[in-house]
């Protein structure tokens, strides 16, 4: 039992690695243009808002792709079949990357439209955003579609928000965000 959780653990963070870092690296190299180019929607909110970057964007893509060469690198050179892990590749880092940003802005056009101020929090929907972007864009590759599972998709749904709150909280007290969400 506690074997078969630490496995679906094991499963479901290598799985969604890249993810992570396409969501979490915007926060320390960010910044700049806006997606949006700073226009707005007849309602007077910006489309996206500042907080959503061209840079952030194509740093966060790269980053899940670096760390899907990785992930790659260490299981051509590790035995860990035992685990049954996804076996990673740079497309599957790249469609949850682009996945990632991509639901990650797609909240920002909705918090906008809610009036919801850029940086506000709304909570569990900021935490939730890039795993439902990752999951839905690997979709379109043949290994993630086969080889996902309500299993890891339940734990990442569960756990993401507590693990990202607490990197967010020691981001904020480490000067990296302006606030702890
Ligand atoms: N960031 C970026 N480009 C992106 C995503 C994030 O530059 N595509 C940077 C911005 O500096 C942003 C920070 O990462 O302020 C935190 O990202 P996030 O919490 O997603 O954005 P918020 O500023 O909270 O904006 P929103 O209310 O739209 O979620
Ligand atoms: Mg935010």
């Known amino acids: 039992m506690l074997y078969e959780l630490f496995l679906i653990a094991f499963q479901s963070f290598w799985f969604i690695l890249p993810a992570y870092f396409a969501n979490s690296t915007p926060v320390i190299a960010g910044g700049g243009t806006p997606v949006d180019f700073n226009k707005k929607l007849p309602d007077g909110e910006p489309i996206l808002g500042p907080g959503k970057t061209w840079r952030g964007f194509f740093a966060g893509i790269t980053a ?58 709304w909570p569990l929907l900021d935490q939730l955003d890039f795993i439902a972007g990752a999951l839905l864009f690997s979709m ?40 702890p969400w």
């Open 64 to 121: 899940a792709v670096m760390i899907a060469g990785i992930q790659n690198y260490v299981q051509n050179h590790l035995d860990l079949s035992a685990y049954e892990l996804i076996a990673m590749s740079l497309w599957l880092g790249f469609l949850l990357g682009v996945g990632a940003i991509i639901g990650d802005m797609a909240k920002s056009f909705f918090k906008r439209r809610l009036k919801i101020k850029s940086g506000a929090e």
């Open 140 to 179: 379109l590759s043949k290994t993630a579609s086969a080889y996902l599972n309500w299993k890891i998709v339940l734990f990442l749904v569960v756990f993401t928000p507590l693990i990202h709150r607490a990197t967010n909280i020691f981001a904020f007290k480490t000067h990296l965000k302006k606030v």
